[in-house]
């Protein structure tokens, strides 16, 4: 049976290098000693932190200290468990981490109250008397704006201890899913034979041979091979076995609202989704214009999914199509020391300085590359304030995993920046924004492999993939967007969100977004395997993140130096804007429909060049 190799059967060349951050647990240990410690320190303010400017200071520079030390411990804790999520060690130091960080968070409660309980005009004064306090101006704006959904201290203290309770749905969603969920296995797909790639409405005999695991990160790869009878297996073992844990995934996801919406109600928002985006300071309008221009331009989408259907050769497109390239054969290989190179060159019109920060970081194992047993499925880049970026990923040597490799170090990359140029409080920039520098990378990559690439099988594949990026990211993440939003509303209007209730919205949007395809009952389960959905409102902005992107990409490679230096300028910014503006400076306008109809009508034309090749 092909199984997936266990993390000491990979080269050290291939981890990331976590040891930069804690030499090893006896030293987390003594960290997390020494942030508990001080949290002392911090409530000591409490009810004094803006008598005069000096003593606000003091505060705010106390509370950095120790939120920089534990964010520390945090992400070496969480990316430990990550590496191996039933590691029940690193379990345990996770949840340690993530009950230090509340206590932390409680601790701190104080602080936006009391500063709040200042007029502007009283801040003005203390940033003029001191001017150390200069930095903060656009802090202070933001929490004076948050003033009317800010509860009295002892509220806010309750909900900061509550934090890690209140996260607990996507927690366990998170081991359901990653170490206690084993998938089936169908026969290997080198054992079949693909000679009719076009048929498979009817399953056929299947000859003895090796038999694959499916697993979380491998599901997408397996839809993607071209034998259709062996993707339709794949999907319907896959989503069968999902079956089996509805009750339990229905109870988390249901939960999970629930916490918004009662969060939302806790701090005076009449939706969950206005609260979500406020925090940002993100208008609901650019939402709605979002989801009401991908629903006027469905018939773009159409366009792809019909190619789909033709490529295939079946009546309707099927649902185990959907993820299938356009080309003949699977995705050429690229090991991912090629895709090192070919990524590191793609960047160059964003400079010389960017480009050699990003190779020095690959140098420095910024990548977990390859999946192991039990390592957390997906991709991320992390890290802290203080510590180099580090990437998760689950490379597996095709072009999709290319294009993984460079999103996410567009956000290792923004992070890098970020820190070089902006003090701990503008650190943690919005994702509205960081989807955006991830993006970025994607579209020069695309424009690079097409320039470099000779070999016209990889070239279809590389513009098909682009093709997929843009239809998984502006529509898929789009149709996610809308099914959190009704999801919600059904919670604050008092609807039952049953299962059932959750297959039947989720099975209606499909059949919107794919209307002439063929929508079968088995992708009414799909919502079920979307772990973002724990993080609420958050997948929207990968659909703006790619349309205020293609923008930004094309400007640079028109413009040249000139565009590129206004990119670099918005990726040092951190938070020290809020997001629209960030964009706005950088040369997007995000609260019109305008980057979102033209990234539309560029895939638009991509859809027709690659009708060209083939």
Same mark, same amino acid.
């Given at each position: 049976?092909?199984?997936?190799?266990?993390?000491?059967?990979?080269?050290?060349?291939?981890?990331?290098?976590?040891?930069?951050?804690?030499?090893?647990?006896?030293?987390?240990?003594?960290?997390?000693?020494?942030?508990?410690?001080?949290?002392?320190?911090?409530?000591?303010?409490?009810?004094?932190?803006?008598?005069?400017?000096?003593?606000?200071?003091?505060?705010?520079?106390?509370?950095?200290?120790?939120?920089?030390?534990?964010?520390?411990?945090?992400?070496?804790?969480?990316?430990?468990?990550?590496?191996?999520?039933?590691?029940?060690?690193?379990?345990?130091?996770?949840?340690?981490?993530?009950?230090?960080?509340?206590?932390?968070?409680?601790?701190?409660?104080?602080?936006?109250?009391?500063?709040?309980?200042?007029?502007?005009?009283?801040?003005?004064?203390?940033?003029?008397?001191?001017?150390?306090?200069?930095?903060?101006?656009?802090?202070?704006?933001?929490?004076?704006?948050?003033?009317?959904?800010?509860?009295?201290?002892?509220?806010?203290?309750?909900?900061?201890?509550?934090?890690?309770?209140?996260?607990?749905?996507?927690?366990?969603?998170?081991?359901?899913?990653?170490?206690?969920?084993?998938?089936?296995?169908?026969?290997?797909?080198?054992?079949?034979?693909?000679?009719?790639?076009?048929?498979?409405?009817?399953?056929?005999?299947?000859?003895?041979?090796?038999?694959?695991?499916?697993?979380?990160?491998?599901?997408?790869?397996?839809?993607?091979?071209?034998?259709?009878?062996?993707?339709?297996?794949?999907?319907?073992?896959?989503?069968?076995?999902?079956?089996?844990?509805?009750?339990?995934?229905?109870?988390?996801?249901?939960?999970?609202?629930?916490?918004?919406?009662?969060?939302? &109600?806790?701090?005076?928002? /009449?939706?969950? @989704?206005?609260?979500? =985006?406020?925090? #940002?300071? %993100?208008?609901? +309008?650019?939402? *709605?214009?979002?989801?009401?221009?991908?629903?006027?331009?469905?018939?773009?989408?159409?366009?792809?999914?019909?190619?789909?259907? &033709?490529?295939?050769?079946? /009546?309707?497109? @099927?649902?185990?199509? =959907?993820?299938? #390239?356009? %080309?003949?054969? +699977?995705?050429? *290989?690229?090991?991912?020391?090629?895709?090192?190179?070919?990524?590191?060159?793609?960047?160059?019109?964003?400079?010389?300085?960017?480009?050699?920060?990003?190779?020095?970081?690959?140098?420095?194992?910024?990548?977990?590359?390859?999946?192991?047993?039990?390592?957390?499925?997906?991709?991320?880049?992390?890290?802290?304030?203080?510590?180099?970026?580090?990437?998760?990923?689950?490379?597996?040597?095709?072009?999709?995993?290319?294009?993984?490799?460079?999103?996410?170090?567009?956000?290792?990359?923004?992070?890098?920046?970020?820190?070089?140029?902006?003090?701990?409080?503008?650190?943690?920039?919005?994702?509205?924004?960081?989807?955006?520098?991830?993006?970025?990378?994607?579209?020069?990559?695309?424009?690079?492999?097409?320039?470099?690439?000779?070999?016209?099988?990889?070239?279809?594949?590389?513009?098909?993939?682009?093709?997929?990026?843009?239809?998984?990211?502006?529509?898929?993440?789009?149709?996610?967007?809308?099914?959190?939003?009704?999801?919600?509303?059904?919670?604050?209007?008092?609807?039952?969100?049953?299962?059932?209730?959750?297959?039947?919205?989720?099975?209606?949007?499909?059949?919107?977004?794919?209307?002439?395809?063929?929508?079968?009952?088995?992708?009414?389960?799909?919502?079920?395997?979307?772990?973002?959905?724990?993080?609420?409102?958050?997948?929207?902005?990968?659909?703006?993140?790619?349309?205020?992107?293609?923008?930004?990409?094309?400007?640079?490679?028109?413009?040249?130096?000139?565009?590129?230096?206004?990119?670099?300028?918005?990726?040092?910014?951190?938070?020290?804007?809020?997001?629209?503006?960030?964009?706005?400076?950088?040369?997007?306008?995000?609260?019109?429909?305008?980057?979102?109809?033209?990234?539309?009508?560029?895939?638009?034309?991509?859809?027709?060049?690659?009708?060209?090749?083939?």
């Amino acid at each position: 049976m092909s199984s997936v190799p266990e993390r000491g059967e990979i080269d050290e060349a291939y981890k990331w290098d976590l040891e930069s951050l804690y030499a090893d647990d006896e030293a987390w240990e003594a960290a997390f000693d020494a942030v508990q410690e001080r949290v002392d320190d911090l409530q000591a303010f409490e009810g004094r932190a803006t008598e005069d400017p000096e003593t606000l200071q003091e505060t705010l520079e106390t509370y950095e200290a120790i939120m920089r030390e534990a964010s520390n411990v945090s992400a070496y804790a969480r990316m430990r468990r990550d590496e191996d999520t039933s590691d029940s060690h690193y379990q345990a130091l996770a949840s340690r981490a993530q009950s230090l960080f509340a206590e932390v968070r409680s601790a701190a409660s104080f602080l936006e109250p009391e500063i709040q309980s200042l007029d502007e005009g009283t801040v003005d004064e203390y940033v003029a008397a001191n001017p150390d306090l200069d930095v903060y101006e656009h802090y202070f704006d933001d929490v004076l704006r948050a003033k009317p959904h800010t509860r009295s201290t002892e509220v806010e203290n309750l909900l900061a201890n509550l934090g890690e309770v209140l996260g607990s749905t996507g927690e366990v969603y998170d081991m359901l899913t990653n170490a206690d969920v084993e998938f089936p296995t169908v026969e290997d797909s080198e054992a079949r034979s693909a000679s009719d790639p076009s048929s498979g409405d009817e399953p056929g005999e299947e000859p003895d041979g090796e038999r694959r695991r499916i697993t979380l990160n491998n599901f997408t790869t397996l839809q993607e091979h071209p034998d259709r009878e062996f993707r339709r297996e794949v999907y319907e073992v896959f989503y069968d076995e999902w079956e089996e844990y509805r009750n339990a995934i229905g109870a988390a996801y249901r939960n999970s609202v629930k916490t918004d919406v009662k969060l939302a &109600r806790a701090r005076n928002y /009449d939706t969950a @989704r206005e609260a979500a =985006l406020d925090g #940002p300071n %993100v208008p609901v +309008e650019v939402y *709605d214009t979002l989801v009401d221009t991908v629903n006027d331009n469905l018939d773009v989408l159409g366009r792809h999914a019909d190619l789909k259907r &033709r490529h295939v050769g079946g /009546d309707q497109l @099927r649902m185990w199509d =959907l993820y299938v #390239p356009m %080309v003949d054969g +699977e995705s050429p *290989d690229v090991e991912y020391d090629q895709a090192r190179e070919w990524v590191t060159e793609a960047v160059a019109p964003l400079g010389e300085a960017y480009q050699e920060s990003l190779a020095e970081g690959l140098d420095s194992r910024w990548v977990d590359v390859y999946e192991t047993a039990n390592k957390q499925s997906g991709a991320y880049s992390g890290g802290t304030y203080d510590s180099q970026p580090f990437i998760l990923m689950n490379y597996q040597d095709d072009v999709s995993s290319m294009y993984t490799l460079a999103h996410e170090l567009g956000h290792s990359l923004h992070s890098e920046y970020t820190s070089e140029h902006q003090p701990y409080v503008y650190s943690s920039y919005e994702i509205f924004v960081a989807e955006v520098a991830s993006t970025v990378n994607e579209t020069l990559l695309t424009h690079h492999l097409l320039d470099v690439v000779e070999d016209e099988r990889l070239r279809r594949h590389v513009l098909n993939q682009y093709l997929e990026r843009f239809r998984s990211t502006l529509f898929r993440q789009t149709m996610f967007a809308e099914f959190e939003h009704r999801t919600h509303e059904l919670e604050e209007e008092g609807e039952a969100l049953t299962a059932d209730r959750l297959d039947d919205l989720y099975s209606d949007l499909k059949g919107t977004y794919y209307a002439d395809a063929d929508v079968d009952d088995r992708i009414a389960r799909e919502w079920m395997r979307i772990p973002h959905f724990y993080r609420a409102f958050y997948v929207y902005q990968y659909a703006t993140g790619i349309s205020a992107a293609v923008a930004l990409a094309e400007g640079i490679l028109e413009e040249g130096e000139p565009a590129a230096e206004r990119y670099r300028e918005f990726l040092a910014s951190g938070s020290r804007e809020y997001p629209l503006e960030l964009l706005e400076t950088a040369g997007v306008d995000m609260a019109s429909a305008d980057p979102i109809e033209s990234a539309i009508d560029t895939y638009d034309e991509f859809l027709g060049e690659f009708e060209d090749l083939v």
